[in-house]
């Protein structure tokens, strides 16, 4: 079973405008945290938030944690065509270094 | 620059020929991971170092072998490579707990 998955899979977007994707897991984490993929490349990653956080901002992204629902949002703001790629959510799957990555979310935005 | 390094950027290989990549970091992490990535799919934990602590995952084929002969290195050997196992295979390093740095990874073709 997936630990994380992602929605949407997809998103087409404008420049300017914001991006949320959404990320959910199955079981108890220590961690969640987001990676971006360009086409081809390896994934960098962006935010790592605790399981006794919130909320974490970094430049114009924008994660939030929510352990009772078991999900993570993660918003970039006035995006910029060099924001398209796939964005990925991996979990601890309960505290150890076992990470299981969401399916992604695919984001385009255009010019 | 410190960062994670992984040779060669592309392999091709027969199928059932024996094929090693390799991955080395300058970060001094002491956790290494070893992802499988197929087309348009996610990243797939193979298995993982905890320094000489060993972590398979337990739906990794027993074709695919690693070794961390010290803390900057490791190989991913492939014994008997078949079409299915053409994928960008990730190597990652972190500290315990922490963000993944990932290499650029090594894209695998099977003739």
């Known amino acids: 079973s997936q630990q994380g998955e992602e929605d949407p899979q997809a998103l087409s977007i404008q420049e300017g405008e914001n991006a949320t994707m959404n990320c959910s897991y199955k079981?108890?984490?220590?961690?969640l945290q987001w990676y971006r993929q360009n086409s081809g490349r390896g994934l960098v990653h962006l935010i790592l938030i605790r399981s006794n956080e919130r909320e974490k901002h970094s430049g114009r992204l924008r994660v939030t944690l929510d352990t009772s629902k078991k999900s993570s949002s993660l918003l970039i703001t006035a995006s910029r065509a060099a924001d398209t790629a796939s964005y990925f959510c991996?979990?601890?799957?309960?505290?150890?270094?076992?990470?299981?990555f969401g399916p992604g979310t695919r984001l385009s935005v255009l010019p | 620059d410190a960062m994670v390094i992984q040779n060669p950027r592309y392999q091709v290989t027969q199928f059932g020929k024996p094929v090693t990549l390799s991955c080395s970091q300058t970060?001094?992490?002491?956790?290494m991971y070893w992802y499988q990535q197929k087309s348009s799919q996610a990243p797939k934990l193979l298995f993982h170092?905890?320094?000489?602590?060993?972590?398979n995952e337990a739906d990794t084929p027993d074709n695919f072998q690693s070794r961390r002969p010290n803390t900057s290195f490791c190989f991913l050997d492939i014994r008997s490579p078949g079409l299915g196992d053409a994928a960008m295979y990730l190597c990652a390093t972190s500290r315990i707990s922490g963000e993944q740095f990932f290499g650029p990874g090594t894209r695998l073709t099977v003739l």
């Open positions: 970060l001094n992490h002491n956790v």
């Open positions: 991996a979990t601890d799957a309960g505290g150890g270094q076992n990470f299981v």
């Open positions: 079981t108890s984490i220590n961690n």
């Open positions: 170092y905890y320094d000489k602590d060993f972590n």
